[in-house]
């Protein structure tokens, strides 16, 4: 490169008039429009058009710029022109924002009849819900970022009706954490499986109630015209999870389940019982269920957002599990590259190169269907992954 410098100076140089003058090889549109003869004028154009074709010459010589790999699974960049800047993400699909139901301003809260006498509750993150019996009220969670306004909004929507149960569908405090605020309430039913109240007494947080109506594996109870059936189950928590269900309303509440309108959240809503998770899908199905509530998100849910859910989870367990066939090649390809040390840094490349190529699938099946799927997938397929190097 510098000799094509130096040879284009020299010729550039053997035909510079007098009184032309360069700063390098160059020539600035000012010095050349002060030219007045035509010698000066020429010898110019040749100043660009040599400065050009050097330019040219160390554009094709020097090897094109790597672009940088995008993957979803790296740090998220606020940077727009980084490789995985926050714009190279999918904006939430047309279809899932337009079920999500709008906040009063003025209780950042929305309230909803979805069947008659039973409502729910969402501020766009959390959901609660509950029914009017005709007896009193059967209140469902109670999330501390909203439930200190529960008794306001049970008050506008069940006047007259005292809250005579309050049933917890796990131990976790981001659903549970708010029910302090009901703690005047007089006679309060609190039901709980017996393992999610040991957990809560072990915990011991301050702002949770203690249940004081717990069971070990099926609870019923009747208030007024609305029956709720109560299974304990395990497919979320650490402890145990309760599915509740309003026959006569075909209402199910199973929170940290579903997404609506989405992928689930990360690692399958952070669930700690993989297989238990899994299974979940035909045990719910088989109740006569319309409306489901899942805890989060805005929407409620309903049967075939489930089915949906279902058949996401299963693609991204079977793509998951397809590529841990290439896990031991993968190994030693990566260990023979850097020099057969670091055990653990090859494994690493095995794992991560079975998670993008299983999210890359996922993402491009699923873009169309379920909302950000390009931001959840690859902790999906690394929870699939690293459950079938430990089980």
Same mark, same amino acid.
């Given at each position: 490169?510098?000799?094509?410098?130096?040879? %284009?100076?020299?010729?550039?140089?053997?035909?510079?008039?007098?009184?032309?003058?360069?700063?390098?090889?160059?020539?600035?549109?000012?010095?050349?429009?002060?030219?007045?003869?035509?010698?000066?004028?020429?010898?110019?154009?040749?100043?660009?058009?040599?400065?050009?074709?050097?330019?040219?010459?160390?554009?094709?010589?020097?090897? $094109?710029?790597?672009?940088?790999?995008?993957? /979803?699974?790296? %740090?998220?960049?606020?940077?727009?022109?980084? $490789?995985?800047?926050?714009? /190279?993400?999918?904006?939430? @699909?047309?279809?899932?924002?337009?079920?999500?139901?709008?906040?009063?301003?003025?209780?950042?809260?929305?309230?909803?009849?979805?069947?008659?006498?039973?409502?729910?509750?969402?501020?766009?993150?959390?959901?609660?819900?509950?029914?009017? /019996?005709?007896?009193?009220?059967?209140?469902?969670?109670?999330?501390?970022?909203?439930?200190?306004?529960?008794?306001?909004?049970?008050? %506008?929507?069940?006047?007259?009706?005292?809250? +005579?149960?309050?049933?917890?569908? #796990?131990? #976790?405090?981001?659903?549970?954490?708010?029910?302090?605020?009901?703690?005047?309430?007089? *006679?309060? +039913?609190?039901?709980?499986?017996?393992?999610?109240?040991?957990?809560?007494?072990?915990?011991?947080?301050?702002?949770?109630?203690?249940?004081?109506?717990?069971?070990?594996?099926?609870?019923?109870?009747?208030? *007024?015209?609305?029956?709720?059936?109560?299974?304990?189950?395990?497919?979320?928590?650490?402890?145990?999870? %309760?599915?509740?269900?309003?026959?006569?309303?075909?209402?199910?509440?199973?929170?940290?389940?579903?997404?609506?309108?989405?992928?689930?959240?990360?690692? =399958?809503?952070?669930?700690?019982?993989?297989?238990?998770?899994?299974? =979940? =899908?035909?045990?719910? @199905?088989?109740?006569?269920?319309?409306?489901?509530?899942? *805890? #989060?998100?805005?929407?409620?849910?309903?049967?075939?957002?489930?089915?949906?859910?279902?058949?996401?989870?299963?693609?991204?367990?079977?793509?998951?599990? +397809?590529?841990?066939?290439?896990?031991?090649?993968?190994?030693? +390809?990566?260990?023979?590259?850097? *020099? #057969?040390?670091?055990?653990?840094?090859?494994?690493?490349?095995?794992?991560?190169?079975?998670?993008?190529?299983?999210?890359?699938?996922?993402?491009?099946?699923?873009?169309?269907?379920?909302?950000?799927?390009?931001?959840?997938?690859?902790?999906?397929?690394? /929870?699939?992954?690293?459950?079938?190097?430990?089980?």
């Amino acid at each position: 490169m510098t000799n094509d410098r130096e040879d %284009a100076r020299a010729a550039v140089e053997e035909t510079r008039p007098a009184g032309a003058t360069t700063a390098g090889i160059g020539c600035s549109s000012m010095m050349c429009r002060r030219q007045t003869a035509s010698a000066a004028a020429k010898w110019c154009a040749m100043v660009a058009a040599a400065a050009m074709a050097v330019v040219a010459g160390a554009c094709a010589a020097a090897p $094109p710029a790597k672009a940088a790999a995008r993957d /979803t699974a790296n %740090a998220v960049s606020l940077d727009p022109e980084a $490789p995985n800047s926050f714009r /190279t993400f999918a904006p939430e @699909l047309d279809k899932a924002v337009a079920r999500m139901p709008k906040l009063d301003p003025q209780t950042g809260l929305h309230v909803a009849e979805v069947k008659p006498n039973l409502f729910y509750v969402t501020d766009g993150v959390y959901q609660a819900a509950f029914v009017r /019996t005709g007896e009193g009220i059967i209140l469902f969670d109670a999330p501390p970022s909203f439930a200190h306004k529960l008794p306001g909004v049970i008050q %506008a929507h069940a006047s007259g009706e005292p809250v +005579k149960f309050l049933l917890y569908s #796990h131990s #976790h405090t981001d659903h549970i954490g708010g029910s302090g605020a009901l703690a005047s309430i007089q *006679g309060l +039913k609190i039901v709980a499986p017996a393992d999610v109240a040991q957990a809560i007494e072990r915990a011991n947080r301050p702002g949770i109630l203690k249940p004081n109506t717990t069971f070990e594996d099926k609870y019923s109870l009747s208030l *007024g015209r609305e029956v709720v059936e109560i299974k304990t189950a395990h497919f979320h928590s650490e402890n145990t999870d %309760a599915i509740i269900y309003l026959p006569r309303q075909k209402f199910i509440v199973a929170v940290d389940t579903i997404t609506p309108g989405e992928v689930p959240y990360a690692n =399958f809503g952070s669930t700690v019982k993989l297989d238990g998770y899994f299974a =979940f =899908f035909d045990e719910i @199905l088989q109740y006569d269920f319309d409306t489901i509530l899942s *805890g #989060h998100v805005s929407i409620l849910g309903n049967r075939e957002d489930v089915m949906i859910a279902r058949d996401y989870v299963r693609d991204v367990r079977d793509t998951a599990l +397809k590529g841990m066939a290439s896990m031991l090649p993968t190994f030693e +390809k990566a260990f023979g590259a850097i *020099g #057969h040390k670091n055990g653990n840094l090859a494994y690493r490349v095995a794992i991560e190169t079975i998670r993008r190529d299983c999210a890359t699938q996922i993402i491009d099946r699923w873009k169309d269907k379920l909302s950000v799927a390009d931001v959840w997938a690859h902790t999906h397929c690394e /929870t699939v992954i690293q459950y079938a190097i430990m089980h």
